[in-house]
């Protein structure tokens, strides 16, 4: 999920390398691993050690609302970086916890304190707009101890696409000063007339305060413990002081709870499938933001912290089986911002979904497009689509209801403004040079190409956009008869097959045996083999026949690494396993290609794909799949590469898991008729047993356990709450 143009140069060999606009630079490695905490609209990158911006690593931060309000923040002891024990993240997100103990500190080449003395507990967290930070100084040795210990801390105010490497000509003012024997306030004042702050309380008053560094001047006796307490505040009125630190813990921790209550849990017989589940989960729950609108899951730390309409919708679509309040959210807001006029600059017209929304100084000040932008040409269908699904997940047709005008103006942009030639087609064009070069998924400078490596001219059509309009208008038609609006749906349902037919006879390339990854403005399509095609599948636009054609070139040896199918298959003029689109792997990309084989009945493909991102998740830290990673060929005890400045976690990829279990177990929901059905279940052979627990079906619920016997599962059905729910195994072999 690029964002886009602004050309960055880079002399290599003698030549000038055009990258994307809106680049996300990779200049080197940190020599720390980092660790991410958010609550609502902050969320922090720290180092192993609990420390910002101590070592090299340019996302480090403390973040509220696309600024970084702490840019360092360092403790030392003895005016010497302290030696990292160990550094946990709770499971559940909600704390970092970081074991630190002296290094030997010599004078005259004797060793005047030995190492492992003094342990140093560091315990970090976020709650409502604030950092805490607890240090506990415990003195481990049989004799007192003199020392001093320093918190460096600085903040450069930066806007987010600062970060990620954009040039600003001018910037605000900084202001800094000490407002009390235990506080800091650092200001700055934006050119959008914004007033920033980052308020520094700490407990006990240090013995030294300035405005970039605090000291405490300490003597520990034998086995005492020393409390010292941080709080990190941003934009709070000078006036308020920060909640203690364990009422602060005590609080996050009820919200956490209360948040994930009613939420399906899962719980299979593999113990390191149990811990890829329960780390998707954490990172799901800390992404999804509160906002007016209901919660949404915001994209990506560190570089989409915010709400994008695609990513939501997505994720949303991934987890609607199992939670489907996210799906609600996700629409209420989007429906809340939709367009309603005509704004080039913000590629905007009536009835299209927002892409990006951002709140920094930059895009205040439009030095960035991406303040309301809507430069996203599947973000509309997948909001329709996302509707008619939840509807018939929940029954819930007073959202619907009133949900419904939002989907006839989203209809009526397919038509109007995303057909401009009227050819049946939607396609996408920016409407000027600072908006987005390619806006559906895979929105890197060059990944919509032809045979030759030409890169494609617009306006462009993707493959998998007209897929998600067929299936949006699928999905409108049935909600529509369900609010009885017959006619309505008659005309959608007509209007869904006669871009079915339009679709086979525009994009179908029986020499590659798959079809396009686009038409381009000279309706001229784009003979790639790209996983835009699985995601046809996922839809159900493609022909029964051509869909399993499909599914074979994907799990061939061109597409499937072993660790899944990558973005474009081995060979093609621009593959490269290293690059964004090009090549590398996405989870969510199988995820929906998972979901797409299901639909035609190819469980053995499903479990191939599942086992394949299985074994990536075993490998990776925190058993977290990223947002990406390379697609080189997998190799014996080796695990996959990863891809350098991937987000992790990212919402759509903590919602793969989910989407594979949904594909393997062909859950299908009928509220109506309180029936759960499961369409040719199959468990691959790393799954003997999976409980699920609390899965909903309108006010009622039911704990279900599903076991593997072969290419055949037994269904058990544990526990009933409410209402009776029956619950099937359909085969349609």
Known sequence: MSTDPVLHAAAFHGEIVAETPFYIP?????????????????????????????????????????????????LLVNARQPLLLGSNLRDDNSLLSVDLTNPDFLVDGHIVLQKDLLHIARTLFLWHGTAYQRLAVHNHSDRRIDLSLSILYRSDFADLFEVRGLQRARRGGAVHRVIGADRVLLGYQGLDGEARRTTLTFDPPPTDLGTGSASYKLNLAPGEMCPIFLAVGCNESPADRPAPFLRGLLAARRELRTATRGVTTIETSNELFNEILCRSAADLQMLTTDTPEGRYPYAGIPWYSTTFGRDGLITALQMLWCDPSVARGVLRRLAAHQATGIDPPSDAQPGKILHEMRSGEMAAMREVPFGLYYGSVDATPLFVLLAGLYAERTDDMETIEALWPAIQAALRWI?????????GFVEYHRATPQGLANQGWKDSHDAIFHADGRLADGP?????????????????????RRLRRDEEARRLDAEARRLARRFEAAFWCPELGTYALALDGAKQPCRVRTSNAGQLLFTGIARPDRAAKVAAGLLGPRFFSGWGVRTVARGEARYNPMSYHNGSIWPHDNALIALGLARYGLKP??????????DAATYMDLRRLPELFCGFQRQRS??????????????????????????SLGLAFEPRHHEIRLCNPRLPPFLNEVTLRNLQLGPSSIDVNIRRHQDDVSLEVLKTRGRKIQVSIVSSR
């Not at 905490?37 to 509220?64: N, Q, R, T, Y």
């Not at 462009?460 to 529509?480: C, D, S, T």
Request: proline share 5%; aromatic share 8%.
């Open 415 to 423: 038509d109007d403004h995303g057909d401009r030639d009227q050819d």
């Open 26 to 74: 990779a200049t080197g490695t940190a020599t720390r691993p980092r660790r991410t905490l958010k609550h609502g609209d902050m969320f922090a990158v720290l180092d192993s050690h609990g420390d910002i911006g101590a070592s090299p690593g340019e996302a480090d931060g403390l973040f509220h609302r696309d600024t970084r309000f702490l840019s360092h923040l360092e």
């Open 460 to 480: 462009i059509a993707l493959a998998e956009v007209q897929g998600y309009v067929f299936a949006a208008r699928k999905a409108a038609a049935r909600a529509a």
């Open 638 to 663: 080796r695990g996959p590469t990863l891809y350098p400045v991937a987000c992790t976690p990212q919402a759509w990829a903590s919602a793969t898991p989910f989407s594979l279990l949904e594909a």
């Open 605 to 614: 493909s499903v479990e191939q794909l599942f086992k394949g991102l299985f």
